[in-house]
């Protein structure tokens, strides 16, 4: 299995202000430079990019320390 | 919290814990969680694997996941359908991938890896995402469901992760709840969340559903719950999550009762049914 590049892509959009910004500025260009194919590249320019915008906070948001640690679940039946 | 688990293990029947926060703990630590599980069922949960990936699965969590397996003894453990590093890079949390054949292949292959470590299948979990993953070739249902067929592993359906995505996209939660194989659900996670809004978003005015774990259950999800346990023959595990806003401990007892209502309305509907019974 060759590993996804989009994968690594989206890893580091979600990660990186700097890349996002510049991803925002330049959707398509910087896939490409990316080595997304042209195909991917015009794809990621269309994404939903409200929601890259949500989900890029919210991710920040978790490696900053809020959930995941001290979860408590309980459940029945 | 926990004293109040302590108190009530007459109206708690399973118990989840997530598995990275038992990691690297001590000997007696973990005979004392073997011991609560000799009074009721654990299940372990696993947040950072990454299963669902063209990256392999690293062999050091599935090796620490069967560790963790050999010292509670759980009736099982579930994952999630995300993924969370790749190229090198860590999310810090659980993101959808690309939905594509190429991510059902390897996410097939590290389950298969995962089996063959841990000892056994986990249940997979459906994640909650705020943004649709680009570069997808299906839809989430079908995507779900590529897996679940391909693995043989049973369905965590979190009804209120499937309620936000349904949400996000502008779906009928009811709709979109009946595009999964429910015929595969044996667990089910409830828990809440709350709109959130971006003044600075492309797209003025535009919000999303979060799955914040912050908040109740919501009704629709009740009724979620109601319509999948119609339609699930089998036995089911519901957990309750919640991850900090903590309510009294009775409210969250309030909210179980209201999740076995739910299940007994589907159940009586499923029985009622002269179709689902088996007379025509």
Same mark, same amino acid.
Request: with cysteine.
């Given at each position: 299995?060759?590993?996804?590049?989009?994968?690594?892509? @989206?890893?580091?959009?979600?990660?990186?202000?700097? $890349?996002?910004?510049? $991803?925002?500025?330049?959707?398509?260009?910087?896939?490409?430079?990316?080595?997304?194919?042209?195909?991917?590249?015009?794809?990621?320019?269309?994404?939903?990019?409200?929601? @890259?915008? $949500?989900?890029?906070?919210?991710?920040?948001?978790?490696?900053?320390?809020?959930?995941?640690?001290?979860?408590?679940?309980?459940?029945?039946? | 919290?926990?004293?109040?688990?302590?108190?009530?293990?007459?109206? &708690?029947?399973?118990?989840?814990? +997530?598995?990275?926060?038992?990691?690297?703990?001590?000997?007696?630590? #973990?005979?004392?969680?073997?011991?609560?599980?000799?009074?009721?069922?654990? &299940?372990?949960? !696993?947040?950072?694997?990454?299963?669902?990936?063209?990256?392999?699965? *690293?062999?050091?969590?599935?090796? !620490?996941?069967?560790?963790?397996?050999?010292?509670?003894?759980?009736?099982?453990?579930?994952?999630?359908?995300?993924?969370?590093? %790749?190229?090198?890079?860590?999310?810090?949390?659980?993101?959808?991938?690309?939905?594509?054949?190429? =991510? &059902?292949?390897?996410?097939?292959?590290?389950?298969?890896?995962?089996?063959?470590?841990?000892?056994?299948?986990?249940?997979?979990? =459906?994640?909650?995402?705020?943004?649709?993953?680009?570069?997808?070739?299906? /839809?989430?249902?079908?995507?779900? !469901?590529?897996?679940?067929?391909?693995?043989?592993?049973?369905?965590?359906?979190?009804?209120?992760?499937?309620?936000?995505? %349904?949400? =996000? &996209?502008?779906? /009928?939660?009811?709709?979109?709840?009946?595009?999964?194989?429910?015929?595969?659900?044996?667990?089910?996670?409830?828990?809440?969340?709350?709109?959130?809004?971006?003044?600075?978003?492309?797209?003025? !005015?535009?919000?999303?559903?979060? /799955?914040?774990?912050?908040?109740?259950?919501?009704?629709?999800?009740?009724?979620?719950?109601? +319509?999948?346990?119609?339609?699930?023959?089998?036995?089911?595990?519901?957990?309750?999550?919640?991850?900090? =806003?903590?309510?009294?401990?009775?409210? #969250?007892?309030?909210?179980?009762?209201?999740?076995?209502?739910? +299940?007994?309305?589907?159940? /009586?509907?499923?029985?009622?049914?002269? *179709?689902? %019974?088996?007379?025509?």
């Amino acid at each position: 299995m060759r590993p996804s590049r989009v994968e690594a892509f @989206l890893a580091k959009l979600y990660t990186d202000e700097d $890349f996002l910004g510049k $991803f925002l500025r330049e959707p398509e260009i910087l896939s490409r430079k990316e080595g997304l194919t042209g195909t991917e590249a015009k794809e990621m320019a269309g994404m939903d990019l409200t929601g @890259l915008g $949500f989900a890029a906070d919210s991710f920040k948001h978790k490696r900053r320390g809020r959930g995941g640690k001290g979860r408590k679940r309980f459940g029945i039946l | 919290m926990t004293g109040g688990i302590l108190s009530n293990l007459d109206k &708690i029947d399973v118990l989840e814990m +997530v598995a990275e926060n038992f990691q690297g703990s001590s000997k007696g630590r #973990l005979r004392s969680f073997k011991t609560l599980g000799s009074e009721v069922p654990l &299940i372990l949960h !696993g947040v950072s694997m990454g299963l669902a990936s063209t990256y392999p699965v *690293e062999t050091k969590r599935l090796e !620490g996941m069967a560790r963790l397996m050999e010292a509670l003894r759980p009736e099982t453990w579930s994952e999630h359908l995300s993924f969370v590093r %790749a190229g090198g890079i860590e999310i810090g949390h659980l993101a959808a991938p690309p939905r594509t054949f190429e =991510n &059902i292949q390897g996410s097939l292959e590290n389950l298969g890896r995962a089996a063959r470590v841990v000892g056994c299948r986990p249940a997979l979990e =459906n994640i909650a995402t705020l943004v649709q993953p680009p570069v997808s070739t299906m /839809d989430e249902p079908t995507w779900v !469901g590529g897996i679940l067929e391909g693995s043989d592993c049973p369905f965590l359906l979190d009804l209120h992760n499937l309620y936000a995505n %349904a949400l =996000n &996209i502008g779906e /009928d939660p009811l709709e979109y709840l009946e595009r999964f194989h429910l015929d595969r659900v044996q667990m089910v996670h409830l828990s809440g969340g709350r709109w959130i809004s971006n003044p600075q978003a492309p797209e003025p !005015g535009a919000r999303r559903w979060l /799955d914040d774990h912050l908040h109740d259950v919501p009704d629709p999800v009740f009724k979620l719950l109601e +319509v999948v346990a119609r339609r699930t023959a089998g036995s089911l595990t519901i957990i309750l999550e919640r991850d900090g =806003n903590y309510p009294s401990f009775e409210s #969250l007892l309030g909210q179980l009762e209201l999740a076995r209502r739910a +299940v007994q309305a589907g159940v /009586d509907h499923r029985n009622s049914s002269p *179709e689902m %019974a088996g007379v025509s």
